[in-house]
Every structure is written in structure tokens, then in C-alpha cells.
């Protein structure tokens, strides 16, 4: 069965540095990789996603890097602060049904 | 406009007793899809919808589980003689008709939260 690999499960970063999220997957029937952003007691929402014609997607303190022939993609938060303290998914679409396969998550704390 | 409402927000019912859990999409997406998210787990895909036709409903767990779509718009996920492992967040996505723009998007519920006691 297709599967997304994320890591880390877990990420603790001081106010202002860097947090980085890595996602690798499998075969897919078409390119379109959505991060999701789910804070406590709510649905995930779309954060940020890239369409890898481009290897980079850039949205304020959030970017996407792309690596097409590796498989792999990561969110990048500049300048992290505690409210992205939250859960993070990456996504990538199976063949067919434009089904998502969801990584396993993120917990990203900031600490102030 | 609205987003994906689900309800109840949140269910209390007791092992063996059957719930119905209801998901209405944002008006006009054709795709619907039902996920279950286990205390601090990931997404679970249970089903997808594109109309009222359910292509791939791979992840239902056992045959307790079921699901309908009417009108192409409003679902109901219905779980039959509940146990306690089936306690999670169930949440509800829909989606524009793929292919058409950037439109690949789900938009997410803010989930029924269930507990079998």
C-alpha cells in the first residue's frame, strides 16, 4: 500500500528559529503536495502546496522545497513562532481517485 | 463562504449502540471523503465519494462501518454496534471537481468527536 514517510514525529523549536518537516513518498498519479496545518480540536487546514514544475514555493514564513527525482518535499517555517505551534501533515495523491495519502504528523512546538 | 460543517461536534454513546455521523460539503464539490484520526495519530482515510458513487471505500475497517451520499451533497457515516477502539475524531473533506484549476484542494470539517464508553 502507498505511504507517505514524515519526520520528524515530534519538533521543539526556540522562538524565531527554523522548523523543518520532511515527507518522502511513493508513486503518484499526478503532482500536487498540500501541507495541512491542524490545530487542537480542529479540522486540518490547507497551509501552504506546490505544483513541482517549480522546486520551491515560498508563502510568507512557510516554504515548500521540492525534490522530484528523490521523492521527497519538506516544509521549511522561517522565523517560527508559538502560535505555529500545531500539527503538521504533508499529502501526496494516489493514482485514480485523487485520494490523498496523509503523512503521519508533525507536533511543532515553539517555545517563547 | 460556508466551509465543510459536520455534526454532532461531539458524540458520547455506549458499546454496541449504532451513531450516525453527518458531514455537509462545500456547495458545489463533488468529492467527498470521510478520515478517522485516533488521539494524536494521522489521517485515516475511511471513503471517497465523487457524486453519490463511492469508488474507493477501502478504508472502511469492518462491515459495522457504512456510509452514504445523497443529492451529491450531504453524507452520513454510520457506525454500527460501536466498540470502544472505534473512539476518534471522524473527520469529513470535500473537494472540487478535480482537473479544474487548483482545485485539488480538501477542505476539512472540524470533525465529530467520538466516544464509546
Known amino acids: 500500500q502507498q505511504q507517505v514517510k514524515q519526520s520528524p514525529q515530534s519538533l521543539i523549536v526556540q522562538k524565531g528559529g527554523i522548523s523543518i518537516i520532511n515527507c518522502a513518498y511513493e508513486n503518484t498519479a499526478f503532482d500536487y503536495f498540500p501541507w495541512y496545518q491542524q490545530f487542537p480540536g480542529k479540522g486540518p487546514a490547507l497551509l501552504i502546496a506546490i505544483r513541482p514544475d517549480v522546486s520551491e514555493k515560498k508563502e510568507g514564513r512557510f516554504t515548500i522545497s521540492f525534490n522530484k527525482s528523490a521523492k521527497q518535499f519538506s516544509l521549511h517555517i522561517m522565523d517560527s513562532q508559538p502560535g505555529d505551534s500545531a500539527t503538521y501533515f504533508c499529502a501526496a495523491p494516489t493514482s485514480g481517485t485523487y485520494k490523498y495519502i496523509f503523512g503521519t504528523g508533525t507536533r511543532l512546538k515553539v517555545l517563547a | 463562504g460556508a466551509g465543510v460543517s459536520q455534526s454532532p461536534s461531539n458524540k458520547v454513546t455506549e458499546k454496541g449502540k449504532d451513531v450516525e455521523l453527518r458531514c455537509d460539503p462545500i456547495s458545489g464539490h463533488t468529492a467527498l471523503y470521510w478520515y478517522r484520526q485516533s488521539l494524536g495519530q494521522g489521517l485515516e482515510f475511511l471513503i471517497y465519494?465523487?457524486?453519490?458513487?463511492?469508488?474507493?471505500k477501502s478504508g472502511l475497517p469492518s462491515d459495522r462501518f457504512s456510509a452514504e451520499r445523497t443529492g451529491g451533497s450531504v453524507s452520513t457515516l454510520t457506525i454500527q454496534r460501536t466498540q470502544q477502539e472505534d473512539s476518534a475524531v471522524y473527520l469529513c473533506?470535500?473537494?472540487?471537481?478535480?482537473?479544474?484549476?487548483?482545485?485539488?484542494?480538501?477542505?476539512f470539517g472540524p470533525g465529530t468527536r467520538l466516544t464509546v464508553t
Open positions: 465519494f465523487q457524486g453519490n458513487s463511492a469508488p474507493d
Open positions: 473533506a470535500s473537494s472540487a471537481i478535480p482537473g479544474q484549476g487548483d482545485n485539488y484542494e480538501q477542505y
